[in-house]
Each structure stands twice: as C-alpha cells, then as structure tokens.
Nanobody, 119 residues
C-alpha cells in the first residue's frame, strides 16, 4: 500500500516558523496532488494547502499570505513552509495524497503531525 510519512512538526512561539514535509512511498500509482489539512479537537478538519501536478495550488483562507506549499514531483514529496505562526494554527496537521492506480482514484492520509504555537 501507499504510505505517507510526515515530519517537521513541533513547538514554536508566536511569530515563528516551521516547515513540514511529507513523502509518499510505494509503486504502481500516479500522483495527482498532495497537501495538508489540519484539525483540532472539537473542530472540523480544514484545508491548509494542496498542490497538484503542474504546480496548481489551493490554499485555505487562514494559510494565505503566511504558508507556502511546494512539491518535488520526482520524489513524491510535499513541503509546507509556515511563517508568522499564531496560536490558532495549533492543530494536528495531516498529509493528504490523491492518486490514480489502474484507472481508479484514491485518497490517502498520513498519521498526522502535531504543531503547537505558544503565546
């Protein structure tokens, strides 16, 4: 099966920066898009950013102007540079991949990486 490995989360002060990484491993698939969603207890999971083959991006409103998503297509790796972090950015960040295998579309999720922003 396809595996998503996330890294880069941690604790940071307000105004600081973090960079998240996610790599998809496996074979027999074509990657269509990769990105990040986040979720706090009691809240809905929300879009942070997605990037697709060719470079098209989609940012959630809270991420615009502060976060930047990028992708290494050859390595099936996605990065999220997070700047000017706020306490409200505290959440578990989940990597998401959209794939095609044998003509069928699939979605995969990572285990999540905790990001905590202190006041």
């Amino acid at each position: 099966q396809v595996q998503l490995m996330e890294s880069g989360g941690g604790l940071v002060q307000t105004g600081g920066s973090l960079k998240l990484s996610c790599v998809a491993s496996g074979s027999g698939f074509s990657m269509l898009g990769m990105g990040w969603y986040r979720q706090n207890p009691g809240k809905q999971r929300e879009l942070v950013a997605m990037i697709f083959t060719g470079g098209t991006t989609n940012y959630g409103d809270s991420a615009k102007g502060r976060f930047t998503i990028s992708r290494d297509n050859a390595r099936n790796t996605v990065y999220l540079q997070m700047n000017s972090l706020k306490p409200e950015d505290t959440a578990v960040y989940y990597c998401k991949a959209q794939l095609r295998m044998s003509g069928t579309f699939y979605e995969y999720w990572g285990q999540g990486s905790q990001v905590t922003v202190s006041s």
